[in-house]
């Protein structure tokens, strides 16, 4: 049975779709067959992967509402053992247009169910609110993964957040586990990282992963040339803290 993770926080530029496009590229490497599902509007996890999102005929908004299968919209290897259903800008009218639908909030999940179960690990990336979208990721996912900048306001938001994936939890989906909270853009030169990670840790009951991302240009350029760290520059230090992290994730969740 493979374990469907959903990447949230409501905050933008907390490294989010960095994690997303990432974390799924070094599951791949260390043989793990992935989905990734890009469910922002910006679709920034698409490009991220080297597709031209403007192109697309197919994406997961017409994946929600119900005008092609599946199998129409996926992108089979954008890396080895990396399957993409990608996004683009259409899916910010996806939210009115399902207003009106039955369940809307388990529209996804309906849609990717029987699929999820040829992948080890599905990798959900969230749009930075907590949306509509947002909650149909979390109503398909197992657990949710929180990626949290190491910046003074790195704790606002987070109880919000904690609260909406209780309520997910409580209403529209049983089986949904907080994954835990990794932090990103670390920067082990300034006191200031290495006080927010020790406030975070003292504040939350969550899990916290040991891996700490930390703030690489490579990292940072990746994106631009289409491509995962582990394969922009493999010996970067950015590559090298997200094939730990898969590591801890594979460990954590078996």
Known sequence: MGKIIAIANQKGGVGKTTTAI?????????????????????????SGY?????????TVYELMLGECPVQSCLIKNVVDNVNLIPANVNLAAAE?????????????KNQIDFVTEDYDYTIIDCPPSLSLLTVNA?????????????????LEGLSQLIHTI??????LNPELEMDGIVFTMYDSRTNLSMQVVENVKQNITQHVYKTLIPRNIRLAEAPSFGKPINIYDGKSAGA????????????KNG
């Open 22 to 46: 990432n974390l799924s590229a070094a599951l791949a490497a260390e043989g793990k067959k992935v989905l990734v599902i890009d469910t922002d509007p910006q679709g920034n996890t698409t």
């Open 50 to 58: 080297g597709i031209d999102k403007n192109t697309l005929e197919n």
């Open 138 to 154: 979390m109503t398909a996912a197992d657990s949710v993964l929180v990626p949290i900048q190491c910046e003074y306001y790195a």
């Open 96 to 108: 009115i247009e399902l207003i009106d639908t039955e369940k809307n909030h388990s529209v996804l």
């Open 240 to 251: 090298e803290a997200y094939a730990e992290l898969a590591k801890e994730v594979i460990a």
């Open 166 to 171: 209780n309520l997910v939890k409580t209403r």
